[in-house]
């Protein structure tokens, strides 16, 4: 096999639009591992069937990779919202049982329009409340209970065919900043990541992960001055060797700050993740030919000149190629095995995974305080940015209101909110704040607390709930999640719909 084609065979590329270019079906024809998709590669059911149709045709066992966390982080439902609810409020409600479901339901949906790898779940035990990245994508702040529901995640998404991808090793729970856009510093010893962050990832070995991704993270007992990513003690000593994990390492995006800044570039970056241990390199989300055959170029110069040895680099390409056997096995030869009849609130029919997510959803909400009635009351959504896993999706209590009321639903912005213009649109009536991560938001906490003081407040906490409780308000609700799921949950809990 020629160093072009096993440097291709490493990596997962990605497009724009909604159909393969040219480019992208020649290269994986000429060996690239696959792709991964995006919301802006995502129109509807048939559309994206059509689409990993085309990429398979290319060649039958390339990886077509895809986010789809469910809940917060999704790219099937990124017009409308994911209809399952996310990792946080599965791991309120406790059941193991259901998360596994959940994620068999995921894998269904993903393997019925031509997905074979999903780049979840997220296992990060998330210790920092305010964790700018991770928050309601974890299960949980413990290990032991994020382990259990981690192990049934896998399970559930690798029983309808889908090749799992636990993250974000060693763990990205425990960081009060954002990969995306710098390197996250971790000070924790070997002996807190054993005891904190590896149990979940220990768990989904265990449960027959096909892959782990690598976090973009520095954690100096254990990777030095260098993220996990280009780490051979945290991937080969630590992952390989210690916790005894034989399948695929997967790279989060090298596009990513926390990656390329200390690479000096998405290029380089991919010469140090496999000299590390890394198997399989996601580009990231703007990918183009060029940057492709960059990389390419660089990592077939890096065996010449020794940065990077032939065995390492075969051997990367050959895990690689051993999950897309098993990714192309499991969705031929009809591996998938029934999901425990009652593990889920109904029986699953074709078009009921709304109705699922939703109830599964209402067994997360908490209620603190005693809830006026509400059926009158003005719902205002306190608008926040998405963070770069999300991307801009849909979410809230915001889209299922249904009041009969003069005004009956409003989405402003805390900073610039007004307590007496808002007093003064609900006349009277009950008012609804809903928002994630409130006491973040600039001016939220104030302009809630003004609020309540004239007139009921019902506040709906939709991101990683905190201790924060404003003073004045009729009642809290936390849902541990703002999809569609845990959004129309919500709603039906505070009688704001029909």
């Not at 590329?13 to 994986?28: C, E, H, I, K, Q």
């Not at 729970?173 to 995306?180: N, R």
């Not at 989904?204 to 992960?209: E, Q």
């Not at 608008?383 to 849909?394: C, N, R």
Request: aromatic share 4%; proline share 6%.
């Amino acid at each position: 096999m020629s160093l072009r084609r096993l440097a291709l065979g490493t990596l997962l590329a990605a497009f724009p639009g909604r159909t393969a270019p040219d480019w992208a079906l020649d290269l994986v024809t000429e060996g690239l591992a696959g792709h991964v998709l995006f919301g802006f590669n995502v129109e509807n059911t048939e559309q994206l069937a059509a689409l990993t149709a085309s990429l398979r045709a290319a060649r039958p066992d390339v990886l077509i990779g895809i986010d789809e966390e469910g809940g917060d982080v999704t790219r099937l439902g990124h017009i409308d919202g994911s209809p399952y609810p996310g990792n946080a409020a599965l791991g309120a409600i406790g059941d193991p049982a259901l998360t596994g479901a959940i994620y068999r339901m995921i894998g269904e949906d993903l393997a019925a329009v031509g997905v074979n790898l999903n780049l979840a779940p997220s296992v990060d035990v998330n210790t920092v409340a305010d964790n700018p990245i991770i928050g309601t994508r974890s299960f949980g702040a413990d290990p032991a209970a994020v382990a259990a529901h981690s192990a049934a995640a896998v399970e559930g998404l690798q029983a309808a065919g889908v090749a799992a991808c636990a993250k974000h090793f060693p763990g990205h729970g425990a960081t009060g900043t954002d990969s995306h856009t710098e390197l996250p510093t971790v000070e924790a010893s070997l002996d807190l990541l054993r005891d904190r962050d590896l149990p979940p990832f220990v768990a989904a070995i265990a449960a027959g992960t096909r892959s782990i991704m690598t976090a973009h993270i520095r954690v100096p007992d254990l990777t030095g001055d260098m993220p996990a990513t280009f780490s051979r003690s945290a991937l080969v000593t630590l992952l390989r060797a210690e916790l005894g994990f034989s399948g695929a390492i997967i790279t989060d995006a090298l596009e990513m700050q926390g990656a390329a800044r200390v690479a000096g570039g998405t290029a380089q970056g991919a010469v140090y993740a496999l000299a590390a241990g890394a198997d399989l390199l996601c580009i990231g989300a703007e990918v183009t030919h060029d940057l492709v055959e960059e990389i390419v170029t660089d990592i077939v110069a890096a065996v010449g000149d020794g940065r990077l040895s032939l065995a390492r680099l075969t051997d990367a390409a050959a895990r690689t190629a051993h999950l897309a056997a098993w990714a192309t096995a499991a969705r031929g030869d009809g591996t998938a095995t029934a999901a425990p009849a009652d593990a889920l609130p109904a029986q699953r029919v074709a078009d009921d995974a709304v109705l699922v997510g939703t109830a599964a959803a209402r067994r997360a909400i908490t209620i603190e305080g005693t809830l006026p009635p509400l059926a009158e009351a003005l719902v205002v959504q306190l608008e926040s940015a998405s963070t770069i896993a999300e991307g801009p999706v849909p979410w809230g209590v915001y889209p299922h209101v249904t009041g009969s009321g003069p005004v009956s639903r409003m989405r402003v912005s805390a900073a610039q909110a007004s307590a007496p213009e808002l007093l003064a649109t609900a006349a009277g009536r009950p008012i609804v704040v809903a928002g994630r991560n409130l006491h973040r938001r600039p001016g939220a906490t104030q302009l809630i607390e003004a609020l309540a003081a004239s007139t009921p407040v019902v506040v709906v906490e939709m991101g990683w709930p905190s201790s924060w409780r404003p003073a004045g308000v009729a009642a809290f609700v936390t849902t541990y999640g703002a999809s569609r799921a845990n959004g129309r949950a919500a709603a039906e809990a505070l009688g704001l719909v029909a």
